[in-house]
T-cell receptor, first 111, second 109 residues
Framework: DVKVTQSSRYLVKRTGEKVFLECVQD?????MFWYRQDPGLGLRLIYF???????EKGDIPEGYSVSREKKERFSLILESASTNQTSMYLC??????????FGQGTRLTVV | KNEVEQSPQNLTAQEGEFITINCSYS?????LHWLQQHPGGGIVSLFM???GKKKHGRLIATINIQEKHSSLHITASHPRDSAVYIC???????????FGKGTKLSVKP
């Protein structure tokens, strides 16, 4: 079974902090994705990566950056966390087609 | 207008009822996914369809490409089916997934 693991289930950070959300997949998938999910808005794509050291902006990249130094790991970075970044963050991976294997989600609260 | 529309937004059913969740889309797609998200947040892929019908246990998914419509059916529903069901489509052959806003299903004992 494909396993996509996100480092934290729940996270509370202060405004202005630098926040790292980590995602690791164990199936040698090329494609990895970061989404955020908000009530009434559904899932929205933040960034994605088709290969190591490659990254592409999704629909809502502002305020975020990503890092993919190794194939299995895709990190989402909030350079200076703000309260409007309080959300559920979901990582996904896939081989070939865009991702249908999701992690368990990280619920981030910025206070 | 959203490219992927789901209905209903919320659905409450009694245990044992037959349930249908609908998904309509307005773009050309190469595949459609049905996803399940439990209250804990994790998402599981139930089906990926490009034509016809798929069945897995009590779950059935159908797609009509000409009508740009898909349905997810749950037979003999159970409280453990309570979750948010999300429809997602892959636009064209290389596009990223576009998600519906989800249908929240509650099955009462």
């Amino acid at each position: 079974d494909v396993k996509v693991t996100q480092s934290s289930r729940y996270l509370v950070k202060r405004t202005g902090e630098k926040v790292f959300l980590e995602c690791v997949q164990d199936m040698d998938h090329e494609n990895m994705f970061w989404y955020r999910q908000d009530p009434g808005l559904g899932l929205r794509l933040i960034y994605f990566s088709y290969d190591v050291k490659m990254k592409e902006k999704g629909d809502i990249p502002e305020g975020y950056s990503v890092s993919r130094e190794k194939k299995e790991r895709f990190s989402l970075i909030l350079e200076s966390a703000s309260t409007n970044q309080t959300s559920m963050y979901l990582c996904a991976s896939s081989f070939g087609a865009p991702g249908a294997f999701f992690g368990q989600g990280t619920r981030l609260t910025v206070v | 207008k959203n490219e992927v529309e789901q209905s209903p937004q919320n659905l409450t059913a009694q245990e044992g009822e037959f349930i249908t969740i609908n998904c309509s889309y307005s773009v050309g797609i190469s595949a459609l996914h049905w996803l399940q998200q439990h209250p804990g947040g994790g998402i599981v892929s139930l089906f990926m369809l490009s034509s016809g019908k798929k069945k897995h246990g009590r779950l059935i998914a159908t797609i009509n490409i000409q009508e740009k419509h898909s349905s997810l059916h749950i037979t003999a529903s159970h409280p453990r089916d309570s979750a948010v069901y999300i429809c997602a489509v892959r636009k064209g052959s290389q596009g990223n997934l576009i998600f519906g806003k989800g249908t929240k299903l509650s099955v009462k004992p």
